[in-house]
């Protein structure tokens, strides 16, 4: 079997690797928010705090009472725990550990190739690039830890260790995040690789791994549609057409460059073979490309699949003997030593800097404007815009439900969908959407909100910079009317 054993031995963790991780870690401890990080935190809140089921709508009220498809709920709770023990601190921590154990896995798979550090140094770069554009405090993130681990499980030969390991990992992925079956279909690859190459006994070991898998996921409590997950957000027109979380891959787009040039090396070294990380690359080509958010779960498959194509083709490897090629082992002191410094980085780093809620170079949250609303208005149904559901449902414990948030591929229809596209561009027939509504306030970006003063009995109440707020007629506003103009919000 061409290519299963190559490479195999032990791992080791090179200074190169080092550096990167720490870089990797910092940069994604600083992007650890958006927009939906504050939902999550409510849902993890009124579960552990007041005894909500995360599987029932409480934050709406155009979907109030409605099914949730909370695959996350578990992972919510832990950081709304985190929150509470560490603050935004915590959270921060989370995004970058979550970063780094992404990576990690896929670093130890290339220690062992022995490249040259500049090589090593491109392909983690590459992948880091890549993956980076998903990575904050968000419960995908687990997911995005817990593949890399079962990747890194995928050696012959594949031991009773192992496999109840991988079993552990794909059970505890099943209550975590709806995106495991990418971890099911790597294993599931695996064994049939494993099989038809006669190495059975690690075969019917990965069997075992599935079926293990398989019974931890029934005690999720929605396990009887959480298969069809992938088939409802690619048929989804909504989420295709305008959540950027479940757009195709766009290869020109700077973010997404790193993915279409690693995909394109791929398909120049033809990484066609049979063995399960090569295979399982092949498989989520497509799916990336259609929805990059499968990005994180490719890359550690494709770069291993490079490397793999690239040792093995001696005409390449020759090309590159004097350079990239002719690394030697790294001794376990400088492994170690190296592991040691990337533990300590990240201590140091979580200390030094002073976190803050506000801390985002991407989002702009309108807190004034939410006080604002908590201090005037009666508690009472919002319009809102999509992106900042989630913040009001956090910062006003949900006492203001929300038309719409980050929710849209768990609870809303396409229907309200479409009602609330119509609201925020104006559409025909919008005024009547917003008078048909329970809605007694609307607060949207000061910079794109729509003409909610247009509506009768509607009111501007609140402007500053980065938001504001209308009243309708029969709602209770306690404060003057505070129309700023000329103010920054910080």
Same mark, same amino acid.
């Not at 030969?157 to 099911?184: C, E, M, R, Y």
């Not at 949250?365 to 005037?376: D, G, H, K, N, S």
């Given at each position: 079997?061409?290519?299963?054993?190559?490479?195999?031995?032990?791992?080791?963790?090179?200074?190169?690797?080092?550096?990167?991780?720490?870089?990797?870690?910092?940069?994604?401890?600083?992007?650890?928010?958006?927009?939906?990080?504050?939902?999550?935190?409510?849902?993890?809140?009124?579960?552990?705090?007041?005894?909500?089921?995360?599987?029932?709508?409480?934050?709406?009220?155009?979907?109030?009472?409605?099914?949730?498809?909370?695959?996350?709920?578990?992972?919510?709770?832990?950081?709304?725990?985190?929150?509470?023990?560490?603050?935004?601190?915590?959270?921060?921590?989370?995004?970058?550990?979550?970063?780094?154990?992404?990576?990690?896995?896929?670093?130890?798979?290339?220690?062992?190739?022995?490249?040259?550090?500049?090589?090593?140094?491109?392909?983690?770069?590459?992948?880091?690039?890549?993956?980076?554009?998903?990575?904050?405090?968000?419960?995908?993130?687990?997911?995005?830890?817990?593949?890399?681990?079962?990747?890194?499980?995928?050696? !012959?030969?594949?031991? /009773?260790?192992?496999?109840?390991?991988? $079993? @552990? =990992? #794909?059970?505890?992925?099943?209550? +975590?995040?709806? *995106?495991?079956?990418?971890?099911?279909?790597?294993?599931?690859?695996?064994?049939?690789?494993?099989?038809?190459?006669?190495?059975?006994?690690?075969?019917?070991?990965?069997?075992?791994?599935?079926?293990?898998?398989?019974?931890?996921?029934?005690?999720?409590?929605?396990?009887?549609?959480?298969?069809?997950?992938?088939?409802?957000?690619?048929?989804?027109?909504?989420?295709?057409?305008?959540?950027?979380?479940?757009?195709?891959?766009?290869?020109?787009?700077?973010?997404?460059?790193?993915?279409?040039?690693?995909?394109?090396?791929?398909?120049?070294?033809?990484? !066609?073979?049979?063995? /399960?990380?090569?295979?399982?690359?092949? $498989? @989520? =080509? #497509?799916?990336?490309?259609?929805? +990059?958010?499968? *990005?994180?779960?490719?890359?550690?498959?494709?770069?291993?699949?490079?490397?793999?194509?690239?040792?093995?083709?001696?005409?390449?490897?020759?090309?590159?003997?004097?350079?990239?090629?002719?690394?030697?082992?790294?001794?376990?002191?400088?492994?170690?030593?190296?592991?040691?410094?990337?533990?300590?980085?990240?201590?140091?780093?979580?200390?030094?800097?002073?976190?803050?809620?506000?801390?985002?170079?991407?989002?702009?949250?309108?807190?004034?404007?939410?006080?604002?609303?908590?201090?005037?208005?009666?508690?009472?149904?919002?319009?809102?815009?999509?992106? !900042?559901?989630?913040?009001?449902?956090?910062?006003?414990?949900?006492?203001?439900?929300?038309?719409?948030?980050?929710? +849209?591929?768990?609870?809303?229809?396409?229907?309200?969908?479409?009602?609330?596209?119509?609201?925020?561009?104006?559409?025909?027939?919008?005024?009547?959407?917003?008078?048909?509504?329970?809605?007694?306030?609307?607060?949207?970006?000061?910079?794109?909100?729509?003409?909610?003063?247009?509506?009768?009995?509607?009111?501007?109440?609140?402007?500053?910079?980065?938001?504001?707020?209308?009243?309708?007629?029969?709602?209770?506003?306690?404060?003057?009317?505070?129309?700023?103009?000329?103010?920054?919000?910080?």
């Amino acid at each position: 079997m061409s290519g299963d054993n190559k490479g195999a031995g032990r791992y080791f963790f090179s200074p190169v690797a080092a550096i990167l991780l720490i870089m990797a870690f910092y940069s994604s401890y600083l992007s650890w928010q958006d927009y939906d990080i504050y939902w999550h935190l409510a849902t993890g809140r009124a579960a552990l705090e007041q005894g909500i089921s995360p599987y029932i709508d409480h934050f709406s009220w155009s979907a109030d009472s409605q099914r949730v498809i909370a695959h996350y709920a578990q992972v919510d709770k832990l950081l709304y725990l985190i929150w509470s023990l560490m603050g935004y601190r915590g959270l921060q921590i989370f995004s970058g550990l979550g970063m780094v154990l992404t990576l990690l896995p896929l670093a130890l798979l290339i220690s062992r190739f022995t490249l040259h550090p500049l090589l090593e140094a491109s392909m983690l770069l590459l992948s880091i690039l890549a993956i980076f554009p998903y990575t904050g405090a968000r419960p995908h993130v687990i997911g995005f830890m817990l593949f890399s681990l079962l990747v890194l499980m995928l050696d !012959l030969p594949f031991t /009773p260790n192992k496999a109840v390991i991988s $079993g @552990l =990992i #794909l059970g505890l992925w099943a209550n +975590a995040h709806a *995106t495991f079956q990418v971890g099911f279909a790597i294993m599931t690859v695996s064994a049939l690789v494993w099989l038809t190459s006669k190495q059975i006994k690690s075969g019917l070991l990965a069997c075992a791994s599935i079926l293990t898998g398989i019974l931890l996921f029934l005690l999720n409590p929605q396990w009887n549609i959480l298969w069809r997950w992938p088939v409802m957000q690619w048929t989804g027109a909504y989420t295709q057409k305008y959540n950027l979380d479940w757009t195709s891959l766009q290869p020109l787009k700077l973010s997404l460059l790193p993915t279409s040039i690693l995909l394109l090396a791929a398909c120049s070294l033809g990484i !066609l073979r049979w063995e /399960p990380r090569a295979i399982g690359a092949l $498989g @989520l =080509i #497509l799916p990336t490309i259609q929805t +990059a958010r499968y *990005t994180p779960f490719l890359i550690p498959l494709l770069v291993y699949s490079i490397l793999l194509s690239l040792t093995e083709k001696r005409k390449l490897k020759a090309l590159f003997t004097q350079g990239l090629f002719t690394n030697p082992t790294i001794s376990r002191k400088v492994s170690v030593l190296s592991t040691a410094i990337l533990l300590a980085s990240i201590l140091v780093l979580s200390l030094l800097r002073t976190p803050s809620a506000t801390d985002s170079s991407s989002f702009t949250f309108p807190r004034m404007a939410v006080q604002e609303l908590t201090a005037c208005g009666s508690p009472g149904p919002v319009w809102n815009d999509y992106n !900042l559901g989630g913040f009001i449902i956090w910062e006003t414990n949900a006492s203001y439900p929300v038309s719409f948030d980050g929710r +849209a591929e768990v609870l809303y229809s396409k229907q309200l969908f479409q009602n609330y596209l119509k609201v925020v561009n104006q559409s025909h027939g919008w005024e009547q959407i917003v008078q048909q509504s329970p809605a007694r306030y609307a607060i949207f970006p000061a910079h794109s909100s729509p003409a909610f003063e247009r509506i009768k009995g509607w009111r501007l109440v609140y402007k500053d910079e980065t938001a504001v707020i209308y009243a309708r007629q029969d709602a209770i506003w306690r404060c003057k009317d505070r129309i700023q103009s000329n103010r920054t919000v910080m």
